[in-house]
């Protein structure tokens, strides 16, 4: 897997509420968006990516071997590492309300599992076209569903970043997950809001279609969304698919 990463606070804000974790020899690789007063939103996000990153090295995700198993394992992760951030937000007066969004992908035997929760998106790029892998848990994306407000509406809307679902926001957590077949020269962007708010699906296949190396690429949506504003905190993994990962 050809990667590359970079993390943004964007050119209003102060500090940085994102995260993200490579964990390069188990091919998994996260992004979340912390909310919360003051740095409550900063220590979930960290929470989160640090609390991942440790269940896997005490218990190996390749143990996993089917796609049964996968999911339990990323469900059993997520139950675990949501608990922890419930209970700090419980805990600590400061942390009261605090969350985090979570988008997270496992490239494994020919398949990407993907997990999300929140409005931290993946998209997969083949063959000149980008796609959405994940839904919004979002308000306006449940009104859209629903039927209720057009997708213009739902551009403008200013509850767009409402979201329904997020780690540590109740005492359970239920994300959504999915498996893609992967082919050789795919490229998964996991993103943060703070780069599809600013940048939309046309610009990014732009981009995309540059054949940029993939931390260029990071570089390069991170450099647009600040260029279109940087309203928010902008974090971005890009994952270019080898010939290696198809067979592993």
Known sequence: MEVGFKSDKGRMRNNNEDACFVLLKDNVYLVADGVGGGNAGEIASRTAVSEIASYIETNPIGQATNKYAVVNYLQDCLDKTNEKIFHQALKYEQ???????????????????????????????????????????????????????????????????????????????????????????????????????????????????????????????IERANGNGGHDNITVICLRVTEEDIHE
């Open 95 to 221: 942390n009261k309300g605090m969350a985090t969004t979570l988008a997270v992908v496992y490239a494994k035997g020919g398949s990407a599992f993907i997990g999300n929760i929140g409005d931290s998106r993946v998209y997969l790029y083949r063959d000149g076209e980008l796609v959405q892998l994940t839904e919004d848990h979002t308000y306006v994306n449940t009104l859209l569903r629903a039927g209720i407000i057009s997708a213009e509406q739902a551009r403008t809307d200013e509850r767009k970043n409402m979201i329904t679902k997020a780690l540590g926001a109740e005492d359970t957590v239920e994300p959504d997950f999915y498996q893609v077949n992967i082919m050789e020269d795919d490229i998964f962007i996991i993103c943060t809001d703070g780069l599809y708010d600013e940048v939309d699906s046309g610009e990014i296949t732009d981009i995309l279609r540059e054949d940029l190396s993939m931390s260029d690429l990071c570089n390069k949506l």
